[in-house]
């Protein structure tokens, strides 16, 4: 059995997504513009949630640059953690190059 994957294409432009917008909520249906346009019926409908909640019409769902901060702050997240890690490991190495360095010279 094989499974195929579903075709990936770069971002529609966004002034695109802004007209396709424009004709959903002017009253054309969904199903008429997927048919006529190449998005799916889906995709034509999350735009119209996310431009209606960027609109100030909807609060169930995150604004654009809400999610955009949210995407910037798990990012500068991750590479705080990172950060972390290595100076955990740094000055664990140093703690161990100190004490070795401390064995040594009270021997003499």
Request: charged share 40%; no cysteine; proline share 5%.
């Amino acid at each position: 059995m094989e499974i195929v994957m579903g075709k990936t294409r770069p971002p529609y432009p966004a002034d695109f997504r802004e007209q396709i917008v424009a004709l959903a909520r002017s009253g054309r249906s969904i199903a008429e513009l997927a048919r006529e346009f190449e998005p799916s019926e889906q995709t034509i409908r999350n735009w119209v949630y996310q431009a209606d909640r960027d609109d100030g019409k909807r609060a169930d769902i995150l604004s654009t640059p809400e999610r955009e901060e949210i995407r910037r702050l798990r990012k500068e997240n991750r590479r705080l953690r990172q950060e972390r890690e290595i100076l955990s490991k740094a000055a664990a190495w140093f703690a161990r190059e100190t004490d070795v360095t401390n064995e040594r010279s009270s021997r003499s």
